[in-house]
């Protein structure tokens, strides 16, 4: 599936195609007619990647193909356990967690789950996890605390999900015990923004010594066309909401809300799942091996100074 | 002579007030209430029980004892991290107006003061001030007060009046949420009693951190506390909400908010809940 800003490269990938079915098996100036084409998309889409709008770049963040957390887990993981339930109410199928190997650190990976097929989404919610979902992750996350070991979670979603029966069984009350106790969890806990940080339902699970995401994920306190309909008073005016919220990597970044950018390959990571997992593999082992050798007590510190100098200019 | 000068104290009678000036209509159940009366009820509706919004000064008053009140972080401001600019004009033209509307800089005032004789720490927030939301300088003040609370061994009241985070500060304002709860976990590592209020509206991002994570949880009557809202619950369910959703009521029945208690025994109840908290 091509995206709308994405027609130039779609209308080379048609010619490509054309000329594959006409000369099934090309020879000489073919092969290098073919080669200039693969070229030419290449450069395009290096050319349209290179200056995605804050707009096109939410685009990307939802594609339909982004990779999402059990690609994570598939692509970085030699084990993984798979958990369930919040031990209070249910297990919520839109934010899964379990016990992990990267390489050779066990960690307690969590995160949201979207969903590929329709069944699937349906049955996680979109990745708009309730509050048996922030408490699942909670759980786990007191459990690696107990483990001694690090707790990486993975972050894509609109938002929590908000239902009356999220509500009634307290969607409120869940983010915020999670923000409290991931304040103070004497573990290291590395957040990585995959797709969407969408508001509440992505700071839920995203209090981290480290805070990471990949360069074509946005992270933003509302979506814009949320934004767009409150103060343009016009849905449609969501571009300009997406500027003016500053909710790129860059852009993220420059306000220090996250340390690390992690490049996807050129057209994004939806295009190359391969490069991008061992690209994420690099980054995520690197942060691990260091945070490892810091005292819990010297974690919780700095995790505090690190939050707490979020929104302080004087 | 009679009807001369009765006539003449008919032209000399100032104009009767108007009906505004002696009366306030209840805004919810439209009931008339004399001016004084609605003053002395701390702007409660005698008849619905209806609490209207109040002013942080208000809340002073009503909640501390005359005099103790200590202002502090007086001059942390709003900030405009993103230059953040919508359909009607830049933030910093909007965030000007509620300060000189408000004579606040911030969504919250902070300090100190005595209720019943404890010494507190205490936020309130404002919701006149860009509806109560929470921003840079809304989470720092909140932030520096539990610090003050843990130097001086103090209790830590908030009281919440707000839509949520401020979506003109972008992902500061949302950052805001960890940073207040990572303060409220150090007062907790320090033991000392967190007791939030939530007054009408307690919604979004304030709901989603500091307000829910009280050690004790009191709400104004049928004050709005919610995390998303109604419309769009609406919208993703398909389905007409109860009349009674999200109020504070509906909290108590669900088991997030210990007590729904009325303005007027707010303090009393306070001091009596500090003392089982070894507050004196």
Not at chain 2, 10 to 38: F, G, L, V
Not at chain 2, 183 to 193: D, G, I, K, V
Request: aromatic share 6%; charged share 25%.
């Amino acid at each position: 599936m091509s995206l709308d800003f994405e027609k130039d490269v779609a209308e080379i990938e048609c010619r490509i195609e054309e000329f594959k079915a006409k000369n099934p098996e090309p020879t000489g100036a073919l092969v290098k007619e073919l080669n200039r084409l693969e070229m030419e998309r290449a450069d395009k889409l290096k050319e349209i990647y290179s200056s995605l709008t804050p707009w096109q770049t939410v685009q990307v963040a939802r594609h339909p193909e982004r990779p999402l957390i059990r690609d994570f887990i598939n692509g970085l993981c030699s084990e993984f356990i798979e958990l369930h339930g919040d031990r209070l109410f249910g297990d919520d199928r839109g934010m899964i967690g379990g016990f992990a190997t990267i390489e050779n650190h066990r960690v307690m990976v969590i995160g949201h789950q979207k969903g590929k097929e329709l069944d699937e989404k349906i049955k996680c919610n979109f990745g708009q996890a309730c509050p048996e979902g922030y408490r699942k992750a909670l759980r786990l996350m007191k459990l690696a605390e107990k483990f001694h070991i690090p707790v990486v979670t993975f972050i894509d979603t609109p938002g929590a999900f908000p239902g009356r029966d999220a509500e009634e069984r307290g969607q409120a009350e869940a983010i915020a015990r999670n923000l409290l106790e991931m304040a103070a969890l004497k573990t290291p806990v590395i957040a990585i923004v995959t797709g969407e940080g969408g508001s509440g339902g992505a700071i839920g699970i995203g209090v981290g010594d480290v805070v990471l995401m990949l360069s074509n994920a946005v992270y933003s306190v509302i979506s814009p066309e949320g934004c767009a309909s409150i103060l343009w008073r016009d849905g449609t005016k969501a571009a300009e909401a997406a500027n003016a919220l500053k909710i790129t990597a860059k852009s993220l970044l420059q306000l220090k809300i996250i340390d690390e950018i992690i490049p996807e390959p050129v057209g994004g990571a939806h295009r190359d799942f391969v490069t991008t997992m061992k690209t994420t593999k690099k980054v995520l082992l690197k942060h691990l091996t260091s945070l490892e050798k810091v005292s819990p007590r010297k974690l919780t510190s700095r995790r505090f100074d690190k939050f707490a100098a979020m929104g302080r200019f004087k | 002579m009679a009807w001369f000068h009765k006539s003449k104290e008919i032209a000399a009678k100032p104009e009767s007030p108007k009906k505004e000036d002696i009366w306030i209509q209840c805004p919810s159940c439209k009931a008339h209430i004399y001016k004084d009366e609605w003053g002395k009820n701390l702007k409660v509706c005698d008849r619905c029980h209806f609490h209207e919004r109040l002013t942080w000064k208000e809340r002073v008053d009503v909640l501390l004892d005359e005099g103790t009140f200590v202002e502090l972080n007086a001059k942390v401001s709003w900030n405009d991290p993103l230059k953040f600019s919508d359909s009607k004009g830049p933030y910093a033209e909007k965030a000007v107006e509620n300060c000189e509307k408000t004579g606040m800089k911030e969504s919250v005032a902070t300090g100190a003061g005595k209720i019943n004789g404890i010494k507190v720490a205490i936020a309130i927030m404002d919701f006149r001030f860009m509806g109560g939301s929470l921003a840079s300088g809304t989470g720092e003040k909140i932030l520096q007060t539990a610090l003050y609370a843990i130097r001086h061994k103090l209790p830590y009241i908030i009281l919440s009046a707000s839509g949520g985070a401020r979506m003109h500060e972008g992902i500061i304002s949302l950052m805001q949420m960890p940073k207040t709860c990572a303060a409220l976990a150090q007062l907790r590592e320090a033991n000392l009693p967190y007791i939030s209020i939530m007054t009408d509206p307690t919604t979004g991002g304030v709901s989603a951190s500091f307000a829910m994570v009280g050690d004790i949880h009191i709400a104004e009557p049928r004050s709005l506390i919610g995390f998303a809202g109604r419309r769009v619950i609406e919208e993703t369910i398909k389905q007409k909400l109860p009349e009674d959703f999200q109020t504070a009521e509906y909290l108590v029945d669900h088991g997030f908010v210990d007590m729904i208690v009325h303005r007027k025994d707010m303090k009393d109840m306070l001091s009596k809940i500090l003392k089982y908290a070894g507050c004196r």
